[in-house]
């Protein structure tokens, strides 16, 4: 099965299997679905090692802000959903394995409808089982408050409104810039694809009170740089807070990122957080004004859906100059899952997706509501276009991925969309 020209496809549609399980199950239209949300502080609570830059070795020196997860927990009579964001870079994929067959097992929901994803933020701690004991301890801890966290939102559930709305805001830039001897380096391309576009949902009671928001703009948390030694949630988390101060403490604000293998924020990397704070006002602002417009109404019905691709993999490449083959490496899973709120389509993928592929899938989408969340259930790399493999580049250096990804992928995915 190593050859590049094979693609073998798993699509589970019932599963019992314990680790990887998918449910196609709606609840009847004008059903009620009930919402129960929660957040935890999982800033580390001693000094250990950062992830997201190779050049750091040493662990954080302070913490300029915290880092939280959030869970949102949706339950109709026959169906059960939960998802977490977390301001993390990713988890490998047997710990969010851990984390959701230990959720599966305490809420009695199947694994398969448990959503673990991170902002991406590259100013959060290392998770990894191995490795120094910092890091170790660290993740023990976390899987701990990640359950506790998923217990708490399901323990009040409480009928909602929902409304669902587009923004945009042009704070993210392609980085796959050409450099001085063709090679294509991280920079800034001006005139590269980029999706601009930020979706906003908005949970309220019955009553009109507002419980929670959830937004998604595609960019890769990178505002801070290797020199940042401080733990900070990065553009996400400051989204984050500027939504909480003009809404209220008490809100729940889950961030994640679309589309943006090949998409960086136009400041940074670098240590400035007056830059952070400043793609935080604008992502923030435009939340506040989408928010404005949004009319909310009852949930009537859940599903979610949930499958495994198998591709050929490649190993790393010595540089970023383009290559003419690729030296075959260990297949890759990636893992698609959908989970369908009303009329809101969250579609997650356990990688670093370019941004013309998540475009593509959303214009193809039959939900104009389509989310596109990017480190979700796991990281199996950067999944890029085939066009960007010609090209080379750091995303075609690192990623374990063959050529050949992109068009079964995206069709994959509008085969789960028409099966709702």
């Known amino acids: 099965m190593k050859s590049k020209h094979m693609i073998s496809i798993l699509v589970i549609l019932i599963s019992l299997c314990p680790g990887i399980v998918s449910a196609l199950v709606a609840n009847p239209a004008g059903g009620n679905v009930l919402l129960g949300v929660a957040q935890v502080n999982i800033t580390p609570s001693r000094p250990t090692l950062l992830s997201g830059y190779a050049a ?24 059960k959903n939960l998802l977490i964001i977390t301001d ?21 929901i199947p694994i398969g409808n448990i959503k673990l994803v991170a902002t991406h933020t590259h100013g959060g701690p290392s998770v990894n089982d191995s490795g120094p004991e910092s890091v170790v301890a ?27 709305g587009k923004g945009h805001s042009a704070m993210n830039i392609n980085r796959r810039a050409e450099f001085s001897k063709g090679e294509v380096w991280l920079g800034r391309n001006f005139e590269g694809v ?11 009671s019955m009553q009109g009170d507002l419980l929670a928001v959830m937004i998604n703009w595609p960019c890769h948390g990178t505002v801070t740089g290797d020199s940042n030694y401080l733990i900070s949630g990065d553009w996400p988390g400051a989204s984050a807070r500027y939504i909480q101060e003009h809404t209220g403490k008490d809100v729940i604000v889950g961030v994640t990122a679309g589309a943006s293998g090949d ?14 704070d400043a793609i935080g006002y604008h992502i923030g602002s435009e939340t506040l004004r989408v928010m404005e417009n949004l009319v909310t109404y009852p949930v009537g019905n859940l599903s979610s859906a949930d499958t495994v691709l198998t591709f050929p993999g490649k190993q790393r490449l010595p540089d970023r100059f383009p290559v003419s083959s690729y030296e075959p490496g260990p297949d890759v ?3 698609l899952s959908v989970f369908k709120i009303g009329n809101l389509v969250l579609a997650g993928i356990s990688g670093e997706l370019m941004t013309e592929i998540g475009m593509e899938i959303k214009s193809r989408s039959p939900y104009s509501n389509t989310i596109i969340m990017t480190h979700c259930n796991g990281s199996a790399g950067y999944i890029c276009t085939d066009s960007s493999y010609p090209e080379g580049g750091y995303e075609i250096q690192v990623t374990r991925l063959m050529p050949g990804v992109e068009k079964p992928l995206v069709q994959q995915y509008i085969n789960m969309f028409e099966s709702f």
Do not use: C, Q
């Not at 984390?99 to 809420?107: D, V």
């Not at 976390?142 to 929902?162: D, I, W």
């Not at 980029?194 to 309220?204: C, G, I, N, R």
């Open 138 to 164: 660290y993740t023990a801890e976390l899987k701990v408050k990640l359950t506790g966290l998923a217990l708490e939102a399901s323990k009040n559930p409480v009928p909602f409104r929902m409304g669902a």
């Open 263 to 276: 998409i960086n924020p136009i400041y940074g990397p670098g240590n400035v957080f007056r830059e952070v």
């Open 194 to 204: 980029v999706d601009h576009e930020l979706s906003v949902v908005k949970f309220e």
């Open 333 to 335: 899973d990636i893992r």
């Open 88 to 108: 993390l870079i990713g988890f490998p994929f047997d710990i969010g394995d851990e984390i959701r067959g230990n959720i599966s097992t305490e809420l009695n």
């Open 56 to 79: 750091r070795t040493t662990p954080f020196t302070g913490v300029h802000d915290s880092l939280y997860a959030s869970a949102f927990y949706f339950s109709s009579e026959e169906v």
